[in-house]
């Protein structure tokens, strides 16, 4: 039990030296990250377009 409470203790501790981001920072990069994330979808439907279109000419 009292490595329990050790433990939340300094997990507490290692919370507070924490740097959070600021709202702006946060939206910037959740915007980044979905735009980054539509960008891969787009290139791997691509590929699998081209890829579909291959195998059904060879087939």
């Known amino acids: ?3 329990i409470i ?5 997990a507490k501790e290692e919370i507070k030296k924490v740097t959070w ?3 702006k920072e946060t939206f910037k ?3 980044i ?3 980054s994330s539509f960008a891969v ?3 791997l439907g691509g590929v699998d377009i081209i ?3 291959i195998l059904q000419r060879i087939m």
């Open 51 to 53: 890829v579909t279109s």
């Open 6 to 10: 050790k433990f939340i203790k300094e």
């Open 41 to 43: 979808a787009v290139f």
């Open 21 to 23: 981001p600021t709202k």
């Open 1 to 3: 039990m009292k490595g």
């Open 29 to 31: 990069y959740a915007v």
């Open 33 to 35: 990250v979905i735009t």
